[in-house]
């Protein structure tokens, strides 16, 4: 069992930034994928970026280049580092965790920006 817990989330104006970061409740060398979601209301829950144990990473078009995701894994702890944040990012910022075909989800965290 993985128990996934975010923070990192506020208010921020448009072109601000914001890091959020997901800790879990053991280790998480042996997590292969690790994520960040977000979920606008009235819209699906979209993918924003992932990371595999071994540091490769990809994200969603419309951030790259301002998000960058990285793991500690000292510290069991993900990271999100949003930078040029836009009102329409507007969302709840979930963390996922995938061990061995098992996924895993933390409660959220609201990332509000304004215009």
């Known amino acids: 069992q993985v128990q996934l817990v975010e923070s990192g989330g506020g208010l921020v104006q448009a072109g601000g930034s914001l890091r959020l970061s997901c800790a879990a409740s053991g280790s998480i060398f042996n997590i292969d994928v690790m994520g960040w979601y977000r979920q606008a209301p009235g819209k699906q829950r979209e993918l924003v970026a992932i990371?595999?144990?071994?540091?490769?990473?990809n994200y969603a078009d419309s951030v790259k280049g301002r998000f960058t995701v990285s793991r500690d894994n000292a510290k069991n702890t993900m990271y999100l580092q949003m930078n040029s944040l836009k009102p329409e990012e507007t969302a709840v910022y979930y963390c996922n965790a995938n061990r061995y075909g098992n996924i895993y989800w933390g409660q959220g965290t609201q990332v509000t920006v304004s215009s």
């Open positions: 990371i595999t144990n071994d540091d490769r990473t």
